[in-house]
Every structure is written in C-alpha cells, then in structure tokens.
C-alpha cells in the first residue's frame, strides 16, 4: 500500500512558477506509475502528466505540454510536478496518483491517491 501527501500548492499570478511535490509512503514507491490530475469545480478529474516508474517515460496533457515538468527521485519516495508560466486556466486542486501497472490517462486506473493541492492562479 501507498500513501501519497501532496504539497506546493498556493495562490500565484499569472505567468509564476510553482513546484507541487507528492511525497510517498511505502517501500514499493519505485515499482509504481506515477501521475499527476487536476480537477477545477464544476469539471472533470482531468489528466495533467505521467511518469514511467524508473522515470525514462513521460507524457503531458497538450495543454500543458511545454510548460509542466513532471519529475520523481525514487531515493526520496517523491514526485515532482514543475508548472511555468501558469496560466488562469490551471486554476485547480490537482492530486498525484500511483497505478501499479501501466501509464494511463484515465484516473479510473489509478489505485492510489492523495488528498490534492490547491493551486489559484490569478490573471
């Protein structure tokens, strides 16, 4: 079992940087896929990025490809999400999830997750 503890999250203006983190409990941290969603009220848990267990593979939302960065350190049980240049848009609580099998952009696949993190970005 895993359990995920977001962080970073906070109100910025348009055009700021933020760095969420996801730390990680657990032995098994480096066996599982990793992933990034959002979800903005009123709207769909929705797909941000996805990272392979050893960190080679990566894949991006479109809409945020360019700009997000998602990154892991498996000695310190974490995963990164690095967001530039935020937009008004990426307004959401967004939650890192762990998948045991494979890379999905479905969050139904997903057997783990935190409790999210809030991030506000004002235009």
């Known amino acids: 079992q895993v359990q995920l503890v977001e962080s970073g999250g906070g109100l910025v203006q348009a055009g700021d940087s933020l760095r969420l983190s996801c730390a990680a409990s657990?032995?098994?941290?480096?066996?599982?896929?990793m992933g990034w969603f959002r979800q903005a009220p009123g709207k769909e848990r929705e797909f941000v990025a996805g990272?392979?267990?050893?960190?080679?593979?990566?894949h991006y939302n479109d809409a945020v490809k360019g700009r997000f960065t998602i990154s892991r350190d498996n000695a310190k049980n974490t995963v990164y999400l690095r967001m530039n240049n935020l937009k008004s848009e990426d307004t959401a609580a967004y939650y890192c999830a762990g998948d045991r099998t494979r890379m999905s952009t479905s969050p139904a696949s997903y057997d783990y997750w935190g409790q999210g993190t809030q991030v506000t970005v004002s235009s």
């Open positions: 657990g032995r098994t941290f480096s066996q599982y896929v």
């Open positions: 990272i392979s267990w050893r960190g080679v593979d990566t």
